[in-house]
């Protein structure tokens, strides 16, 4: 077991330094790796094997919701990023220029999507002529380029994973639908497939997206009790319809401008899975987007059978599971630490006595507890356990969350609690901009959201005392 | 029947104009059009759902061969581009470059990745130590820039969509195997789920990868005669491994240089389906690929139960095809001529008379038979139907290649045919430079491959009369 004992103790403990720990456990499960580019990552296959999980789970919901993916181009003219003012106000700061091609210098400058409303709404102006082209429904699986001062692997990086959907709608009324279809989209896989619960509610004019009319959000609180936006669903109104010149004829014959919707999610829920199930051993996935489900470990391979019995045991578990079975000449031990690292949900061992007994040793990931299973019944128990692991999984983080959420009706114990215990923290506000400015600068903390969930706390804004409005999250946030 | 008249005027046929034909298919099937940002197409949700069906029929291959995926940056530093000498000639005068992030000028110009070999290597520099490490077989889905002066869809654009492998291996032979290992995944490909004969050979040093010591190919001939190159595989020795200084400790504890490769098939393999099977009608589709293989047609809507057979034959189909039921109001005629220039491989009408002789009428897209198909049998019809269609394309190329296959012994000859006769020339080459870019400028071919199958047509080079060395395989190409 000294193996063990070395690849556990290359990890720092989440308690002694939480950002070293996740960037330990980013490293050691092999998910992402530093690249030569500043700010942009290399992701391994373990992460990238993950990512696709995420994707195509994701993707299966927007096709069932009735959209269709396509492919835009990765560079945007700075004319057509200019059309709407407070989108290239919110994205001009921070994007990359491309000013030559080959030794060419160019005539226009193109930017490096930061996000592609401008690509699609030029594309729109195109193809919608009529309310019998609505509603258009497209997303699209691309990288996108933020320039970012600070970066952490998953949580901020220049270069990002994501998916953008972007939706044109014959009425008002129905584009405020699928921003809440879509956020509900959002919600259901955080919490079905990643067993992360989640607080579903609206930006404050401060933080909702450049260009939009609202953006709604998913917050999700993490281990160090920091909040993290999982992702976002906004209704633009028919601002970019006006600034593109996107018209179509109505029903009653009448020039009209849809109504569009943009939402997205990113590579960087993967930051919120590690830091919403992980541990001191490592990652712990969620068996639905788990790379590997359940890696069988032979136990006394030099002994005759195991080996074999492993092999059979593999194949005829890929048939139902993601599975991997590990015959290198590493010790169980050395394995057992290395698939707790990268979270594996489902560990099965199996040696001479197990073989005997027509049984494997079945050990969960969450939990480490061992239970001795036939193996007449594997595929059974094997499906109950991953289902036991993820309600676990996620019983425990709505818990913690719960834990976490503090109620405070004036400033000073919002100063209070922001300084001395992380969490969400419930709060009245009047509405106002200013509150929220001066809460940043004396406590520190944003508004995550106005949940769709009201309660009245008390019946004055935590910060000024004028009557209060919303009872809202707030919180630090990655 | 006057709709379906119309539709199909609107392109032009393939003997007045080719070039014209072929954009016209790519607009009027709807699979991509033309963006805001010169050279570069937008992908619509056809030809999204096509690329995707070919992403995942390759991405099963590369699995199947050992391949795991990851995910480099988008940006490559140009001092890391510059480590490879003939690597950067050949990739600098053609990519564009960052020089801005935000308002701030950058210490080091970026360019977007036309290629990855030098970010693979940076990595790979940090994750091989040992043989034991060895091989490493990553790929990667992505798009990559390259500044094109001139562009077509699909087959020429600034931005495109490809996958592209890299691996290191132990040994030359190792890597060599692995290079022609998928230069026959790609061809199997082409031929078991696209239809397209291609010849296998290997590129002249003229033609081969900037810094690769071999460029394997396939190539395919299109209707009018040009080749299109459709899938390449490198081997690099180990001339990367030198420059970017990595290194493996080997089985005998020296220190060694691991044997590169790299290969890639890109979204112009959907120019070569476009340019392979299409006709007069529009696209015509390989079932293995096809986004929509069954559309169902129902005739007479207003006659009672005629809709509600049609939904049910949906649901039931769609378990084992991809299957569109078209309910629109547009008239049958106009739905025939639609999925005809989609390409749909098979289509089914159902009306009142064919409900009561629980029957549907079965079209075939490629010779538009038309056959008579009991509802019983319909799964089982279908299947053979969209193999007879498979091997049928498959078989029509493959004639029409060898129709269009000549052999030349002098230079009058290739010149003649060169001149007036579109389609591959085979003829004999002394292995000089001198002599492939004397064949450019006064017959206007290059050299395509050196095929695997090799004939002793004469024994002097085409062109010059000196002794032999290999039968090529000449043309012209997009």
Known sequence: MADQNKLVKEITSMDEDFAKWYTDVVKKAELASYSGVRGCMVIRPYGTALWENIRNDLDSRFKATGHENVM???FIPESLLQKEKDHV???????????????????ERLCVR????????????????????????????????????????????????WQEGHTMHETAEEAIEETERMLN????????????????????????????????????????????????????????????????TGRENTIQYPHQTSWGMSSRIIGAIIMTHGDDNGLVLP???????????????????????????????????????????????WKFAEYEMKGVPL???????????????????????????SLD???????????????ALYQKALDRREEMTYTVSNLDEMIENATNRPGFIKAMWCGELACEEKLKEVAGVTSRCIPFEQEAITDTCVCCGKPAKHMLYWGKAY
């Open 377 to 391: 019944s594997l595929e059974e128990e094997i499906t109950a356990h991953l289902k036991a692991l993820h309600d």
């Open 89 to 107: 106000e919110g994205f001009a700061p921070e994007v990359a220029w491309v000013t030559h091609g080959g030794e060419e210098k160019l005539q």
């Open 347 to 373: 560990r099965l061992e199996i040696g001479p006595k197990d073989i005997e007994k027509n049984q494997c040793v079945l050990v969960r990931r969450d939990n480490r507890e061992k239970s001795f299973v």
């Open 72 to 74: 835009m181009p990765m």
């Open 185 to 248: 989209v959002y919600a259901d896989f955080c919490e079905q497939s990643l067993a992360i619960p989640v607080v579903k509610g609206k930006k404050t004019d401060k933080e909702k997206f450049a260009g939009a009319e609202s953006t709604y959000t998913i917050e999700a609180l993490m281990h160090d009790g920091k909040a993290l936006q999982s992702g976002t669903s906004h209704y633009f109104g028919d601002g970019f319809s006006h600034a593109f010149n996107i018209t179509f």
């Open 287 to 333: 068996p639905a987007v788990a790379p590997v489900q359940v890696v069988i470990v032979p136990i006394a391979t030099h002994k005759p059978g195991v080996t074999e019995k492993a092999q059979e045991l593999c194949e005829r578990l890929q048939k139902g599971f993601r599975v991997k079975l590990d015959l290198s000449d590493n010790s169980a031990g």
């Open 114 to 161: 930061p996000t592609s409303e401008t690509l699609f709404c030029d594309h729109y102006s195109e193809v919608i002529h009529s309310y019998k082209d609505l509603p258009k429904l497209y997303n699209q699986w691309c990288s996108v380029v933020r320039w970012e001062k600070t970066t952490r692997p998953f949580l901020r990086t220049m270069e990002f994973f």
